[in-house]
C-alpha cells in the first residue's frame, strides 16, 4: 500500500501520521478538510451500475466510513441509544471482521431515538478512537481489542444530540465533548492516544456539533472550532487560546475553513456566516472581511478552495463565494437535486461531492462557473445523513440500511 503521500496540506502528516492517498482515516479525510488528492474517483453510479458490494446495516446512524488498509470502520445504534456499536468489515467484500458493542442503559435525549451514532471514528492505523456520546469515549486496535475507555466526561445532554468526531493529532486524541444544553459542561478535551490519560482540559462557555479541524496558520499549528457566538483558534499542543471571532449566531454544526489567511465560520439555524483575516491574537473582530447576518439552514461542512467557498445548504441549493468579500456568484434559481442534505464535501480531481439525505450524491465542478457534472442515485428508500469517503479508487456511501463500496473508471 505504498502510494503517494498526500500533498493537499502538510496537515494530514499532523491528523493521521503516515496517511497516504488510500487511507480515509477520519471524517473528511487525512487532512480532515474534505480534500482527495486520488485520481480516477468515480463520477457515475447507480442501484446497479459500478456497486463493487452493498451490505446490510442492522441499525442506523450518521457517521462516516473511515478506511485504512483493508480494513473499514463504522459506528451504529439501535433505537434508544442502549447498545453502541463500532464495526470492522473487509474493504474487499465488505464481510463483517469484527464488532463491538457498549452498553448505555440511561436515557439520553436527541432529536430522533435512532440517531446516537453521529460522531464518526478516527484512527491512525494502529488505534482507532470513537465517541459514543454520553456512554464515553473508547480506543481500540485494529483487531478490536480495547485499549483504554474514558467513561467518566459526564452526560453530553442536548435535544439535538451531538457530532463532533475525535481528531488524532501527534500523540494526543483530542474531542470536543458537548454540547450541553442543561447541567453538563462543554469541554474540550486531549488525552493521550497510547493510555487515554487527560494531557489538557479546557471548559468551554457555548457548545457546538462541528469537529475541531488543525490549520498552518502563521507557520505554527492551529485547532479551529466554532462555538455559540465565536469562531476561536487553539494552541492543540496545550488547549490554549490563539484567538476568538465574533459575529456568528449559535448552533454551530459546519466546521470552520481556511486558506489563504482567511477563515470562514458558518452557523446553522438559519445563523450567520463570517470570513476574517487572520494575523492577529486575541479579539479579532475587527478584522472581519464579511458577515452574512442570515443564511438558509446549514448542517453539512463546504469547502474553501483558491479564492472561493463552496456549500450547499440543507435543503439542496449550491452556493459559491469570493472568500475575500463574501460575494454570492452562483445565483442558482433552482436545486439541482430533489434531495436535501445533511452531508459535508469532499473535493476530487476538480469536482465537488456531496451525498443528499435521498441517497443521491450531487457532483460540480469546483469552479466559479457553476455547472452540474452528474446526479447519482442508489434507487428508491435509501436515505442518509452522512458525508462520503474515498479510499483507493473507491468511495464508500452510508445509508441507514445499507454500506456501498462504489468503484469503477479504474
Not at 466554532?226 to 490563539?242: I, Q, R
Not at 436545486?335 to 469536482?351: L, V
Request: hydrophobic share 35%; proline share 4%.
Amino acid at each position: 500500500m505504498v502510494r503517494q503521500i498526500v500533498s493537499v496540506c502538510v496537515l494530514a502528516l499532523f491528523v493521521a501520521p503516515l496517511a497516504v492517498a488510500d487511507n480515509w482515516p477520519a471524517w473528511r479525510g487525512p487532512s480532515g478538510q474534505g480534500f482527495c488528492e486520488e485520481k480516477n474517483v468515480p463520477v457515475k453510479w447507480s442501484e446497479k451500475e459500478n456497486v463493487k458490494w452493498k451490505i446490510t446495516l442492522a441499525d442506523q446512524g450518521n457517521s462516516t466510513p473511515v478506511v485504512w488498509g483493508e480494513r473499514i470502520f463504522l459506528t451504529q445504534a439501535n433505537k434508544g441509544g442502549h447498545v453502541r456499536s463500532i464495526m470492522c468489515f473487509d474493504r474487499a467484500d465488505g464481510k463483517k471482521l469484527w464488532q463491538n458493542d457498549v452498553a448505555y442503559p440511561d436515557k439520553e435525549r436527541n432529536w430522533t431515538p435512532l440517531w446516537y451514532a453521529n460522531a464518526s471514528p478516527t484512527t491512525d492505523g494502529e488505534r482507532i478512537v470513537v465517541s459514543f456520546g454520553s456512554a464515553g469515549v473508547y480506543c481500540y486496535d485494529v483487531t478490536g481489542k480495547e485499549l483504554w475507555k474514558r467513561t467518566d466526561l459526564g452526560t453530553w445532554e442536548h435535544s439535538f444530540g451531538n457530532a463532533a468526531s475525535p481528531l488524532l493529532y501527534g500523540d494526543l486524541a483530542i474531542q470536543w465533548c458537548g454540547p450541553n444544553d442543561g447541567k453538563g459542561k462543554n469541554i474540550l478535551l486531549a488525552v493521550d492516544k497510547k493510555t487515554g490519560k487527560t494531557v489538557w482540559e479546557k471548559e468551554q462557555k457555548a457548545g457546538s456539533w462541528n469537529t475541531p479541524v488543525i490549520f498552518k496558520i502563521d507557520g505554527k499549528d492551529q485547532m479551529l472550532l466554532a462555538m455559540g457566538e465565536t469562531l476561536k483558534s487553539f494552541d492543540p499542543k496545550t488547549g490554549d487560546e490563539f484567538w476568538h471571532c465574533k459575529g456568528m449566531t449559535s448552533y454551530c454544526y459546519a466546521a470552520p475553513l481556511y486558506a489563504n489567511g482567511i477563515a470562514v465560520g458558518m452557523s446553522g439555524y438559519g445563523g450567520a456566516a463570517i470570513g476574517v483575516k487572520l494575523g492577529g491574537s486575541d479579539d479579532i473582530t475587527k478584522d472581519q472581511l464579511w458577515r452574512h447576518p442570515k443564511n438558509t439552514q446549514r448542517v453539512g461542512s463546504g469547502m474553501l478552495i483558491g479564492d472561493h467557498v463552496y456549500m450547499v445548504d440543507e435543503n439542496g441549493t449550491p452556493r459559491c463565494y469570493i472568500a475575500k468579500t463574501g460575494e454570492e456568484i452562483w445565483k442558482v434559481e433552482k436545486r439541482p437535486s430533489a434531495g436535501n442534505t445533511w452531508g459535508s464535501m469532499i473535493h476530487a480531481e476538480g469536482r465537488l461531492y456531496i451525498l443528499m439525505r435521498t441517497g443521491e450524491t450531487l457532483i460540480l465542478d469546483a469552479s466559479p462557473k457553476y455547472n452540474v457534472v452528474g446526479i447519482n442515485h442508489l434507487g428508491k428508500g435509501e436515505q442518509t445523513n452522512s458525508s462520503l469517503a474515498v479510499s483507493n479508487g473507491d468511495i464508500f456511501i452510508r445509508t441507514f440500511r445499507h454500506l456501498y463500496c462504489i468503484g469503477g473508471n479504474k
